[in-house]
């Protein structure tokens, strides 16, 4: 745990976030700043930096925290579908450094593809 770090203070429950889902690998809440109806983040509790820093050791965790999804879409009424995003490093987008993955969708699939 590195307590600079945002989500290991979500985690520690040093901050007040609502959460969608716990169990003994992640967290699950709602993003900030949502880029669709649902945008989730889907937290692993142990602080790992990025994708690539991923070892074949969590293996394990990263298979929960993909099989994790569908369920979670499910629940958020996302029956059509939804997308998944993995941002690693700061050229790839990330602005936390702790692996999580977002789940976005809206029911509308025309709102994922950016068409209008």
Known sequence: MS???I????IAKQLPTALLYEDEFVVVF???HPKARVHLLIVAKEHIQ???HFSKEKAALA????LLLPSLALAQGLEAGFRTVINTGSGGGQEIDH???HL???NASSKLSGEK
Do not use: V, Y
């Open 3 to 5: 307590m600079n770090c």
């Open 7 to 10: 989500f290991c203070k979500i």
């Open 30 to 32: 709602k993003d900030i």
């Open 50 to 52: 990025s994708l690539a």
């Open 63 to 66: 298979a929960h925290m993909l």
């Open 99 to 101: 692996i999580h993955f």
């Open 104 to 106: 976005l969708g809206d």
